[in-house]
């Protein structure tokens, strides 16, 4: 099979590889959606001494083979999105209901670059046919994005800011919109800030008009954010969105920062302002199972969000318009030129 092949930051060649065999507990799913993720990008271009690997973790696809041991109710020929966190349910952190830290997380590399890849059974789940492979394949991000909402007590007309209307940004204001909160995006691309009020976004801020917290103070009678979630990795953004939120407030740092850098807080911002600041890593499975029925069910709208499309042959050309954000959401389309257009999408 053909398969991408990261042999050192910024060199990644489509090759001919050996075909996954189906095992016990595995299956071998053809690959027809692998969405581009931020941390392909961030592994890409700025790791250093690894070992040749195939990138691709937001994985939809047929089921080609379901190996041994499955007793299940899926067939081969069968649509499937992927999950690639496989918990083991019984370490300390599961038990706490926090599976996203799983000490024992089944392994495996999932490879989604490439026309086929093999997946335990039990990360499986079926896809009905309303929905697209490239839809589907945003069940990864948006479970991490249900698990950060998890951790926000923001109650029905609360004003929750979202910095950042990328493609995570943009299901996070699709989330809280859904939570019946008053959403307001906060993001330099005007491109982006009109298809966030497509989404249901009710106000939006071009930070380069002035002062961001400003306006989003405005926009809020003066009192700030119930909450403000980062959804872009910047340190000016996370120290900002502090200033947004209102007295009770909840601060989310949803995307890393790279490189590692310290945050400047004072902390009587957040000792007399009852502030709360968290972050939020990962998901659950019972996560993932929610994303796929908010896709399915038309509730989290992601076609919109894909800018870009391409065949695995010009899988470098895809992480470059992602780096370079020459659009929103990039998706690879392993062996199914029909869905690749390369472009801008009808």
Not at 115 to 130: G, K, M, S
Not at 239 to 257: C, D, S, T, W
Not at 266 to 272: E, G, M, Q
Request: glycine share 12%; proline share 8%; aromatic share 8%.
């Amino acid at each position: 099979m053909k398969a991408a092949v990261v042999y050192a930051p910024g060199d990644i060649r489509v090759e001919e590889v050996d075909d996954p065999k189906p095992r016990n507990g595995y299956a071998l799913v053809r690959v027809r959606a692998c969405g581009v993720c931020p941390s392909d990008i961030r592994r890409f271009y700025g790791s250093a001494g690894f070992d040749p690997w195939t990138p691709g973790h937001e994985v939809s696809g047929v089921l080609a083979d379901l190996g041994d041991g499955y007793d299940g109710p899926l067939a081969a020929g069968d649509r499937v999105v992927a999950d690639w966190r496989v918990v083991c349910g019984r370490c300390s952190y599961c038990l706490a209901g926090q599976a996203n830290f799983c000490e024992q997380r089944e392994e495996f590399p999932i490879a989604g670059f490439a026309e086929y890849t093999l997946v335990p059974h039990r990360a499986l789940h079926p896809l009905n046919a309303a929905l697209g492979f490239a839809e589907a394949s945003f069940c990864e991000p948006l479970a991490c994005v249900l698990n950060a909402h998890r951790g926000i007590p923001a109650r029905p007309s609360a004003d929750v800011v979202i910095l950042g209307a990328g493609p995570i940004g943009l299901l996070h204001a699709q989330v809280a919109r859904h939570r019946a909160a008053r959403v307001i995006a906060v993001d330099p691309l005007e491109r982006r800030r009109s298809l966030a009020r497509e989404l249901g976004v009710h106000d939006v801020v071009d930070p380069a008009d002035g002062d961001p917290v400003g306006q989003v103070r405005e926009l809020t009678g003066g009192y700030g954010a119930g909450a403000v979630i980062v959804a872009v990795g910047s340190l000016a953004a996370a120290e900002q969105a502090v200033a947004m939120a209102r007295k009770g407030g909840y601060v989310n740092l949803f995307a890393g920062i790279y490189p590692p850098a310290r945050l400047r807080i004072d902390p009587n911002v957040l000792h007399y302002g009852e502030i709360s600041l968290t972050g939020s890593h990962d998901y659950a499975p019972a996560q993932f199972a929610e994303a796929l029925r908010l896709l399915e069910f038309g509730i989290v709208r992601t076609a919109p969000l894909i800018t870009h499309r391409y065949p695995l042959p010009e899988i470098a050309d895809a992480f470059a318009t992602a780096r370079d954000q020459r659009g929103l959401k990039s998706v690879i389309h392993p062996g199914d030129a029909g869905e690749a257009g390369g472009g801008e999408p009808g």
